[in-house]
């Protein structure tokens, strides 16, 4: 137990230094402990998955008529229906198959990393890596990898409710405790699965994977349950529907057949063939793999869905809420001026590199001047981020924004890994989004470095207005002054000054503390971040530029056109926020900027009256973040948020499509979140959207298609029963045709690339589900159509004497060649396939060429004219069929044309771009 030890005697038996473990023991642990993985979730197995194909009622049905049929004499029907069925069973199971592994895919790629100490050097490897005696590095937000113990701590506490259930943060201390404390109360030992709420800290693992407190309870948890899209969901639905209609129908059909006189078991295995085929069950497995390949095509756009519906609810976004920093914005900040001793200075330089000089109007300034220093030195104190030189270049660790003023100071001659060391730090109020500020404690003695004051001194630095709200005082013309409301009015001046140019504002304090204050007690919370943080001494002020992402101010204009409105949403100041919003195209003329408080002195009502026209919210709390989304939602619309802290958790989960940062955002935020996104763009939301509506287009459009294809199957052999008595399709021919119109077709239109103004459409009403009034009439009437080509085959035929073999050849490969038309149908709703490439879409080439020359095999070929009972047919055969089959394009090409929706946009296209 090492709850109850000091870390000298934990490190000694962890066997592990301050230097954390080498790679080779490290390598050898891992060996004898496994990887850090709670128990696996049971994997559906291959064979499983394969024989679950054939488990449906209709299925087994058919297999044991066929049987049946065998021992009673028609054995090669019987092997050609039980090789149609296994046949399609197997195509089926690829589908799954693949929509498993892009599942799986999903859970490798969002498998989690730690920050360990390795060698002396601090990495991140994949927590799964991890073993006993290792040293982890924890920040606000990070899941805690590993059981661990404590060993350094800066106001550590840890969100344990995953494993207790209780929601206040755990407060940890490095103490040893007595043996007899009970695990709840081991406040010096983390546990796998919690997460820290806030500060940092440093500790060294105990145990992993199954070893672990979590990993008992995971145990006891079993396996996680597979969630079902919504669109699988509604889709089921349908399907059972149009079952229990092919079923009836299907009966029907059977019973009239036997009173026509056709034999009874013929009748029962031919009418559970054509159950069988069209009935969609199918399509919930067809319908996962488009989604499964639409997340494929959006990992490479940087778009990491964690959850499979999410893709649906990607296409029907309606407002899409960003952070500003590093979203919208490059995350790149250079200081740019400075405000100290009431003057502005401009600072030169580009880039992270520690060159540059400072002008006040023209005429450099001395980097010696005793505010600059001090206002550097605070500035440097107070930060947690580094600068280096690696092979020539110089680069960051750690924030951007306090990097930039690393570098900044660095440019004035103070370097930080310098002065940590000289003026070392003793104690710590971590940097929050609710506080927007944050403090050190820093011995202030050696004195290389001109500084108005000695001994324990608290620097702290933060949003302009917060700090200057607990300063009573200021560092001005070298002595320390009472600040008068006449110099404070003056800096808010120059604070709007900065921020009007779109800089980013960050304002400077410090103050002597007197020493009975003890830094421990601060860092552990005991004394009130409020008590260190008043009667503070203003030393200046920062501007930093943090340019737009190139990309963005297209992504946003890509929006607007798509119907979809882009919202700011940041901690910055509301100035600095509007002038970048501005730059971008977010804010435009009639459009309202919101600052937190101010959203906070409005009423619901009132605010969601409002809502549609706030395109910037400054100054907020990640809190604010649920009421935009409230209001949006209560007004009906999809709502994507991104946000990175450990605070916008709960935005995430409120959100329809909630969007967390893969670069910056934190372990707590990336969890919460339906979407990742790898390079942290604003772009890249944009890019997923487009693919989010493509992907849904393309399921509504072979659902379409497979809606009239079976439309089409049954209408002709009903009709041609009802009206002559005669089976215009043996039990096989229709086995075949479902086998081939359900099989690659649809596979081939899920690869369908973007119409070309999918981004140009309003985005798709969620209520309206996936099979609407529209598709159903689409479906019904290409079926029919295809039902009355048939029919006319049929009439023609009788009238010539064909015997029926070669009558249903005809009917047969009538409708096979149809269906291939009809195929290109379905590769957009509104767009002529002309426009769209007759072959921009290769697979679909492929499929039906296939399915093509597989029909010519079957009429062709002996052996299988023998099976399928067809005949040859001859030149003058085909020139009836298929002009006639070719009027399924012809005329959804004129409908296309007529319904003018394609040519619409097309004309709104050009005036856009004109
Ligand atoms: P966004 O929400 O778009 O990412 P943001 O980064 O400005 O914007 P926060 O990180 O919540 O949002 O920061 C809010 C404010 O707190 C900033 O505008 C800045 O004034 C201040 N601030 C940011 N980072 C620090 C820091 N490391 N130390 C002190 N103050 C900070």
Same mark, same amino acid.
């Given at each position: ?15 592990v230094s ?25 994997? !559906? ?22 049987? /049946? ?24 199971f690829?589908?799954?198959?693949? %929509?498993?592994?892009a599942?799986? *895919? ?9 920050t360990?100490?390795?060698?002396g ?20 937000g ?16 840890? +969100? ?35 997460? !820290? ?13 199954m ?54 078991f013929?009748?029962f ?64 900040m ?34 010696e001047?005793?505010? *600059?220093?001090? *206002?550097?030195?605070? #500035? ?114 120059k604070i ?31 004394r ?7 009667d503070?001494?203003?030393? =200046? ?29 940041? =901690? ?89 940062m893969?670069?910056? =955002? ?12 790898? +390079? ?8 997923? !959207? ?15 298609y ?12 009903? /009709?041609?029963? *009802? ?6 399709l ?38 309206e ?13 290409? =079926? ?43 590769r ?17 080439v ?20 023998? %099976?399928?009972?067809? !005949? ?12 006639? #089959? ?29």
């Open positions: 137990m090492y709850y109850d030890q000091e870390i000298n005697s934990v490190f000694e038996e962890l066997g301050e230097e954390g473990l080498s790679s080779e023991e490290a390598e050898k642990r891992l060996e004898k402990y496994g990887e850090n993985e709670l128990k696996e979730e049971e994997k !559906v197995s291959v064979l499983r998955l394969f024989i679950s194909q054939f488990k449906s009622v209709l299925i087994i049905i058919l297999i044991t008529a066929s049987i /049946i049929s065998a021992l009673l004499g028609e054995l090669i029907d019987a092997i050609v229906i039980i090789f149609t069925v296994f046949l399609a069973g197997t195509l089926s690829a589908q799954e198959y693949r %929509a498993e592994k599942i799986e *895919l999903l859970r490798s790629l969002t498998s989690p990393e730690a360990v100490i390795r060698d050097v601090e990495k991140k490897i994949p927590s799964k890596k991890l073993v006993p005696g290792d040293l982890i590095i924890l920040q606000t990070d899941r805690i990898p590993a059981d661990a113990r404590v060993v350094k701590e800066f106001n550590l506490k840890t +969100d344990e409710s995953s494993l207790t259930g209780e929601s206040v943060p755990v407060k940890k201390s490095t103490e040893a405790l007595p043996s007899e404390t009970p695990e709840a109360d081991r406040t010096n030992m983390v546990y796998t699965g919690t997460s !820290v709420a806030y500060g940092r800290g440093c500790a060294v693992v105990t145990a992993t994977g070893n672990t407190a979590f990993g008992e309870l995971a145990g006891l948890l079993g396996t996680i349950e597979r969630s079902r899209t919504p669109l699988q969901d509604s889709l089921d639905k349908f399907g059972r529907l149009i079952g229990i209609a092919t079923l009836i129908i299907v009966a029907f059909v059977a019973i009239l057949g036997v009173l026509y006189g056709f034999p009874l013929d009748m295995l031919w009418g559970v063939a054509l159950a069988v085929a069209a009935i969609p069950e199918a399509l919930p497995a067809v319908v996962t793999v488009g989604l499964g390949l639409g997340v494929r095509r959006m990992i490479k756009r940087h778009a990491l869905v964690r959850k499979l519906p999410s893709v649906e609810t990607l296409g029907a976004t309606d407002v899409i809420c960003s952070d500003k920093t590093g979203t919208l914005t490059q995350n790149k250079t200081v740019e001026i400075i405000c100290v001793n009431e003057q502005l200075l401009k600072v030169t330089g580009v880039g992270y590199s520690p060159e540059g000089e400072f002008f006040k109007e023209n005429q450099e300034f001395p980097a001047d005793p505010h *600059l220093q001090a *206002l550097f030195l605070g #500035a440097v104190l107070c930060n947690d981020a580094g600068l280096f030189k690696k092979d020539g270049i110089w680069e960051i660790k750690g924030d951007p924004t306090e990097a930039a003023l690393v570098v900044a100071a660095a440019k004035g001659g103070l370097h930080k890994t310098e002065l940590d060391q000289e003026y070392p730090r003793l104690g710590e109020i971590p940097f929050s989004s609710e506080r927007k500020r944050m403090a050190t404690l820093n011995r202030v003695e050696a004195n290389s470095v001109s500084f108005p004051v000695n001994g324990l001194v608290a620097f702290s630095k933060g949003a302009p207005e917060v700090i200057l709200e607990s300063c009573t005082k200021i560092f001005h013309d070298g002595e320390i002054k009472a600040l008068s409301p006449e110099v404070k009015q003056l800096i808010s001046g709007r000054e900065m921020a009007d140019q779109a800089l980013r504002v960050m304002a400077f304090s410090f103050r002597p503390l007197a020493e009975d204050i003890s830094p421990e007690k601060v860092s552990s919370g005991e009130t971040a409020e008590e260190i943080e008043e503070m001494i203003f030393s =200046g002020l920062m501007g930093m530029r943090d340019p737009p992402r190139e990309e963005v101010k297209v992504a946003i204009q890509k929006c607007a056109d798509a119907g979809i409105k882009t919202v700011m949403i940041t =901690g910055d100041h509301k100035i600095t926020a509007s002038a970048i919003a501005k730059e971008l195209g977010i804010l435009k003329e009639n459009d309202l900027t919101l600052t937190g408080s101010e959203l906070d002195s409005l009423g619901d009502a009132e605010f969601e009256e409002k809502v549609e026209r706030i395109s910037v919210y400054a100054r907020v709390y990640p809190a604010h973040k649920l009421r935009v989304i409230d209001a949006f939602k209560k007004k009906g619309y999809v709502v994507a948020m991104t946000g990175d802290g450990v605070n916008d958790a709960p935005a995430l989960k409120a959100a329809d499509m909630g969007i967390a893969g670069i910056t =955002g934190t372990d707590v935020s990336k969890e919460a979140s339906s979407m990742i996104l790898t +390079d942290d763009n604003f772009a890249s939301i944009v890019a997923a !959207v487009e693919e989010g509506r493509n992907i849904f287009k393309n399921i509504r459009n072979f659902i379409t497979g809606i009239s294809t079976h439309t089409g199957e049954v209408l002709i052999v009903l /009709i041609a029963i *009802l009206g002559w008595q005669i089976l215009p043996l039990a096989v021919q229709i086995l075949w045709i479902n086998l081939i119109t359900d099989g690659l077709p649809p596979m081939a239109l899920s690869v369908e690339p973007p119409d070309l103004n999918i981004m140009r459409q309003k985005p798709r009403n969620v209520k589900g996936v099979v609407t009034r529209r598709e159903i009439i689409a479906g019904l009437g290409i =079926g029919g159509l295809i039902a009355l080509q048939g029919l006319i085959v049929l009439t023609w035929a009788l009238d010539r004497g064909f015997p029926i073999e070669k009558l249903q050849t005809l009917i047969f490969t009538l409708v096979v060649f149809s269906e291939m038309f009809n195929a290109f149908n379905w957009s709703d509104r767009y002529s396939v002309f426009s769209l490439g007759l072959f921009t879409n290769k697979p679909l492929y499929a039906v060429m296939t399915t093509i020359i597989l029909q010519l095999i079957v009429i062709y070929v002996p052996f299988f004219q023998n %099976a399928f009972g067809t !005949v040859p047919l001859s030149l003058s055969d085909w020139e009836v069929i298929l002009p006639l #089959a070719s009027t399924t394009f012809i005329a959804m090409e004129l409908v296309k044309y007529f319904s003018g929706r394609g040519h619409k946009e097309n004309k709104y296209e050009k005036t856009k771009s004109d």
